[in-house]
């Protein structure tokens, strides 16, 4: 197995584990923004979406879907599902394939399978990022998701 799907095995292993604690930690924050859990739910359908991409599957949601929490935890669990299948009999071969693709302001595009992959667990750190700031802005205590703080089973360091 090469090095770089032992890397996305474990980005998308961190991705489930990120999502979920973004995910409790909005479902504990009752009060807070609703533009937080719509960037969650937005987190969510571009999984979604990537994958249908890659697959070659019409996606069931937009790439900015209006969710509930419940609904959003029923798409993650799909998600996560299916990015850990693909990641795990993921081959050198699969990685390198172009996939043509509109985006959603319907332009098209062809990156690669492992570009894709890249871009999905970046995309959801930077916006699991922007909800934690924004529930730490409205009083809350957002989870940590850093990939440090899964990897070694310990938070990051605060302020403090």
């Not at 990537?50 to 929490?69: E, M, N, T």
Request: charged share 20%.
């Amino acid at each position: 197995m090469s090095d770089t799907i032992q890397v996305l095995q474990r980005l998308f292993t961190h991705l489930a584990w990120a999502d979920e604690r973004a995910l409790t930690a909005l479902r504990a924050a009752p009060g807070a923004e609703p533009k937080l859990r719509e960037l969650y739910a937005h987190v969510l359908g571009a999984e979604h979406n990537w994958l249908c991409r890659i697959s070659g599957a019409p996606p069931k949601v937009p790439v900015w879907p209006d969710l509930s929490l419940e609904e959003c935890a029923t798409l993650a669990k799909e998600n996560h599902i299916a990015l850990h299948a693909l990641v795990n009999e993921t081959s050198r071969a699969l990685l390198d394939r172009a996939v043509t693709y509109r985006n959603s302001a319907g332009l098209e595009f062809t990156s690669t399978v492992e570009d894709i992959l890249l871009h999905v667990a970046l995309h959801g750190a930077y916006h699991r990022g922007q909800i934690a700031s924004g529930l730490r802005m409205g009083g809350f205590t957002p989870q940590p998701t850093d990939y440090i703080a899964w990897s070694r089973g310990a938070p990051a360091a605060t302020r403090a």
